[in-house]
T-cell receptor
Framework: NAGVTQTPKFQVLKTGQSMTLQCAQD?????MSWYRQDPGMGLRLIHY???????DQGEVPNGYNVSRSTTEDFPLRLLSAAPSQTSVYFC???????????FGEGSRLTVL | AQRVTQPEKLLSVFKGAPVELKCNYS??????LFWYVQYSRQRLQLLLR??SRESIKGFTADLNKGETSFHLKKPFAQEEDSAMYYC??????????FGQGTRLTINP
């Protein structure tokens, strides 16, 4: 049981480049979400999904896209990277009603 | 607006001393509150939730609706408690609002 798997762990981009952060979970969780972690700001919700085919915006969605074609996968796309998107990104999954999120190891992104 | 505030970025105590990590929240309804912990080189994980009223690793947290607080406490700190601690509020559909985090260091 791998839990929540994120790739890549590290990435450096130039301003304007696009990329996709991958997230997969093998726990059959309905809910999945993406957070970014910045110093002094805690974790902030970017996008979330309550099931395959259903996504919605969180607190800081601008510059990011998501899709949920399967229960297992929830990729996060950066459309045109900006230095303000330099951050550590966490994917999480959970069963509804529990409040317990299972997190991936994080992906550290640097945009130059 | 829902908000979680952890006033201390850093907290340092000696082994065996009591620990209290502060958390205040603003929420208009009945809050669901959690403490998450991230140990060095480990994933962020749930420590405890207010609704279960349990003690995990010697930590407890009591919801005080009058003071809108959910402070995390442990009577005797241990070195393995050193970690980053986040207080979080659920605003429906498993969407969490996190505080800024407190880095706890336990000195030997």
């Amino acid at each position: 049981n791998a839990g929540v798997t994120q790739t890549p762990k590290f990435q450096v981009l130039k301003t304007g480049q696009s990329m996709t952060l991958q997230c997969a979970q093998d726990m059959n969780h309905e809910y999945m979400s993406w957070y970014r972690q910045d110093p002094g700001m805690g974790l902030r919700l970017i996008h979330y999904s309550v099931g395959a085919g259903i996504t919605d915006q969180g607190e800081v969605p601008n510059g990011y896209n998501v899709s949920r074609s399967t229960t297992e996968d929830f990729p996060l796309r950066l459309l045109s990277a900006a230095p303000s998107q330099t951050s550590v990104y966490f994917c999480a999954s959970s069963y509804p009603g529990t409040g317990e999120l299972f997190f991936g190891e994080g992906s550290r992104l640097t945009v130059l | 607006a829902q908000r979680v505030t952890q006033p201390e970025k850093l907290l340092s105590v000696f082994k065996g001393a009591p620990v209290e990590l502060k958390c205040n929240y603003s929420y208009s309804g009945s809050p669901e509150l959690f403490w998450y912990v991230q140990y060095s080189r480990q994933r962020l994980q749930l420590l405890l939730r207010h609704i279960s009223r349990e003690s995990i690793k010697g930590f407890t947290a009591d919801l005080n609706k009058g003071e809108t607080s959910f402070h995390l406490k442990k009577p005797f700190a241990q070195e393995e408690d050193s970690a980053m601690y986040y207080c979080a509020l659920e605003r429906g559909a498993q969407k969490l609002v996190f505080g800024q985090g407190t880095r706890l260091t336990i000195n030997p």
